[in-house]
């Protein structure tokens, strides 16, 4: 079973940074894109960042320039380095990964439990 853990959340003030990590574990044949959404209450679930296996990034309009995401293929992680942190940036922040299961010849979505940033103003 294929299973996706966040780590990195917690309470910063504004102007501060937060590092997400996000480590996928199973019996993986490959990942392809992974991913960093996040919701706060009462708005849907936004894309923050993507990355593809290769490394080639997209980022939300409202986060360029302050947060980066990247990825350790051999360890199956992605990370999201979170600065300049916004108190609209408070969310339930979720990982999401493009996986190919060992067993399996199809490329399924994953998605952890999701890790809560608070930013104070």
């Known amino acids: 079973q294929v299973q996706l853990v966040e780590s990195g959340g917690g309470l910063v003030q504004a102007g501060g940074s937060l590092r997400l990590s996000c480590a996928a574990s199973g019996m993986i044949f490959r990942i392809n894109a992974m991913g960093w959404y996040r919701q706060a209450p009462g708005k849907q679930r936004e894309l923050v960042a993507s990355?593809?296996?290769?490394?080639?990034?997209t980022y939300a309009d409202s986060v360029k320039g302050r947060f980066t995401i990247s990825r350790v293929n051999a360890k199956n992680t992605v990370y999201l380095q979170m600065n300049s942190l916004e108190p609209e940036d408070t969310a339930l922040y979720y990982c999401?990964?493009?996986?190919?299961?060992?067993?399996?010849?199809?490329?399924?979505?994953?998605w952890g439990q999701g890790t809560q940033v608070t930013v104070s103003s």
């Open positions: 990355i593809t296996y290769g490394g080639t990034t």
């Open positions: 999401n990964g493009l996986i190919r299961a060992a067993a399996s010849r199809d490329t399924e979505t994953y």
